[in-house]
């Protein structure tokens, strides 16, 4: 078809109408119903909102994954290419450390309601988280980058796509994250951006970075719920739990310096391994 001739010949256009078209749904959805605090005036995600979003986080990973399919892009976005065993020795060290703290995280947790009850959020957050994985994963690791990478090198499409990934979290101010977590959350996004396309590109699959993300974010919202509902876990007090949206110190900027290294390394790993190959 005529669409897909020009995914092949201009993807760069292709994936920047993409992000629009997203840019352009969120705004829609603003004008449509208003903004609305989803922290409950706390400046950190309420679980409830979250889970809430399930089914359009959902049905956005699913629209996108066609919208793909009918450009043809399947193993351009890495998602039907043949998986390259070597590179999970980065992949599985990783998703280990993950999905240990993941347990260790939901086994704190104390929800209201019965043990069937418990169970059902806890399945929702997962499918939440993967869904969240899916969108974010494909729409940059996938769009963005193959678009960026026909016109520049792996290690720039990596980097800028990398940087908009990040750029795209500041959204999270719209809907009552606080400003300062909403920056230092940019800011993390940026580097694990560059974790997830370097591992991407090791194990030559977009699910493996699909997988390390829905595990990011599970850890991420199931301790970000702990500590408001149980702060004596963490040993917070109501002034913490105020002030840790806002108060960002000098030492919370280790996180995204250690994930940008972490990142060029298995990169650089990568790029040797290809190097050599050829």
Excluded at 65 to 80: D, P, Q, R
Excluded at 130 to 141: I, N, Q, T, W
Excluded at 167 to 188: D, Y
Aim: aromatic residues 10%; contains cysteine; neutral net charge.
């Amino acid at each position: 078809s005529a669409l897909r001739a020009k995914a092949q010949t201009s993807p760069l256009m292709i994936a920047l109408i993409i992000q629009l078209l997203v840019i352009s749904l969120f705004v829609m959805s603003l004008v449509s119903s208003g903004t609305v605090d989803v922290t409950t005036a706390s400046g950190q995600p309420d679980i409830s909102f979250v889970l809430r979003g399930l089914t359009a986080e959902a049905i956005l990973a699913v629209i996108l994954l066609i919208i793909v399919s009918v450009l043809g892009w399947n193993k351009a976005c890495y998602l039907t290419t043949s998986f390259d065993t070597l590179g999970l020795r980065w992949a599985i060290p990783i998703l280990a450390v993950i999905f240990t703290l993941a347990s260790l995280v939901i086994g704190l947790v104390k929800f209201e309601g019965t043990h069937a009850d418990q169970s059902k959020i806890i399945f929702q957050l997962v499918l939440f988280c993967l869904a969240v994985g899916v969108f974010e994963e494909v729409l940059y690791r996938g769009t963005l980058f193959h678009g960026l990478s026909r016109h520049l090198s792996p290690f720039w499409a990596m980097m800028i796509s990398s940087l908009i990934f990040g750029l795209f979290h500041m959204q999270n101010i719209v809907v009552g994250q606080a400003v300062g977590a909403t920056a230092f959350q940019s800011l993390n996004a940026a580097a694990l951006g560059v974790v997830f396309c370097a591992i991407m590109l090791q194990t030559n699959s977009i699910w493996t970075a699909i997988i390390l993300h829905a595990g990011w974010n599970l850890v991420l919202f199931v301790s970000a719920y702990v500590a408001q509902t149980q702060p004596e876990l963490m040993e917070l007090s109501p002034e913490d739990i105020a002030n840790q949206s806002t108060d960002i110190t000098a030492s919370a900027f280790l996180m995204p310096a250690f994930l940008l290294a972490l990142g060029l390394l298995i990169y650089a790993r990568w790029a040797k391994r290809m190097a050599n190959a050829t």
